[in-house]
T-cell receptor
Framework: GGIITQTPKFLIGQEGQKLTLKCQQN?????MYWYRQDSGKGLRLIYYSITENDLQKGDLSEGYDASREKKSSFSLTVTSAQKNEMAVFLCASSSPDWASAETLYFGSGTRLTVL | AQKVTQTQTSISVMEKTTVTMDCVYE???????LFWYKQTASGEIVFLIR??????ENATVGHYSLNFQKPKSSIGLIITATQIEDSAVYFCAMREGHNTDKVVFGTGTRLQVLP
C-alpha cells in the first residue's frame, strides 16, 4: 500500500499572495494530479503530470503554476491568491497500469482560505 | 473535449432500498474509461467501480453496479440494499482512450440514506 501526503492541511493567505501547496506519494505512480473542489461542487482539474518534469494543463490552470521535479512529488502554486479561490485542493496519483481496477488515489486535501 | 454531467444534486432514500444516480458524458474518443468515486463526510475520496467502454457487460462490485448505456452516453450507478454509511457524495469521472491520463469529474450527487 501507499499514501499521498498533502501539506499543509490548512493554508491561510492574503489576497495577492503567492502560495504553494505540496504533495508527496509513495506509490511510485507515474501520473499525478491537482484538483480544486469548491464548497458543494465537483472536482475541477488544474494540472496533471505524467512523469517527472512533465506538466499538462487542465481546465482550470489559469492563475496556477505547477512543478514536478521528482516522480514522488508534485507542487501547485497559486500565483496571486484571490478571495474567490477559497477551496479544497486535492492531489491524486494513478497507477501506470490502467488495466488495474483501481485508478486514482487521493490525498486528504489542503484547505485554502484567502483573507 | 471530454465532459461529465451529473444533474442530480441531492437524493434521499430509505435504508435498504435501491438508488440509481445518473451520469452522462461527452467524448470524441471511441475508447474511454468511466468511474464512480465516493467522498465521505470526512472528505476522503475512494474509488468504487469502473466501466471500460469496450465492455458490454455492466460492472458489478459488491452492492454497487453500473447501468452502462453506450448509445445514450450514460453510466448510472446503482446501489442496492442501501445502508446509512452509504450516505456520501458520489462522483462520476471519465478518462479518454489510451493516449491521455486526463481524468475529469462531474459535480457530484449527494446521497442521504435515511433510517
Amino acid at each position: 500500500g501507499g499514501i499521498i501526503t498533502q501539506t499543509p492541511k490548512f493554508l491561510i493567505g492574503q489576497e495577492g499572495q503567492k502560495l504553494t501547496l505540496k504533495c508527496q506519494q509513495n506509490f511510485n505512480h507515474d501520473t499525478m494530479y491537482w484538483y480544486r473542489q469548491d464548497s458543494g461542487k465537483g472536482l475541477r482539474l488544474i494540472y496533471y503530470s505524467i512523469t517527472e518534469n512533465d506538466l499538462q494543463k487542465g481546465d482550470l490552470s489559469e492563475g496556477y503554476d505547477a512543478s514536478r521535479e521528482k516522480k514522488s512529488s508534485f507542487s501547485l502554486t497559486v500565483t496571486s491568491a484571490q478571495k474567490n479561490e477559497m477551496a479544497v485542493f486535492l492531489c491524486a496519483s494513478s497507477s501506470p497500469d490502467w488495466a488495474s481496477a483501481e485508478t486514482l488515489y487521493f490525498g486528504s486535501g489542503t484547505r485554502l482560505t484567502v483573507l | 473535449a471530454q465532459k461529465v454531467t451529473q444533474t442530480q444534486t441531492s437524493i434521499s432514500v430509505m435504508e435498504k432500498t435501491t438508488v440509481t444516480m445518473d451520469c452522462v458524458y461527452e467524448t470524441q474518443d471511441s475508447s474511454y474509461f468511466l468511474f464512480w468515486y465516493k467522498q465521505t463526510a470526512s472528505g476522503e475520496i475512494v474509488f468504487l467501480i469502473r466501466q471500460d467502454s469496450y465492455k458490454k457487460e455492466n460492472a458489478t462490485v459488491g452492492h454497487y453496479s453500473l447501468n452502462f448505456q453506450k448509445p445514450k452516453s450514460s453510466i448510472g450507478l446503482i446501489i442496492t440494499a442501501t445502508q446509512i454509511e452509504d450516505s456520501a457524495v458520489y462522483f462520476c469521472a471519465m478518462r479518454e482512450g489510451h493516449n491521455t491520463d486526463k481524468v475529469v469529474f462531474g459535480t457530484g450527487t449527494r446521497l442521504q440514506v435515511l433510517p
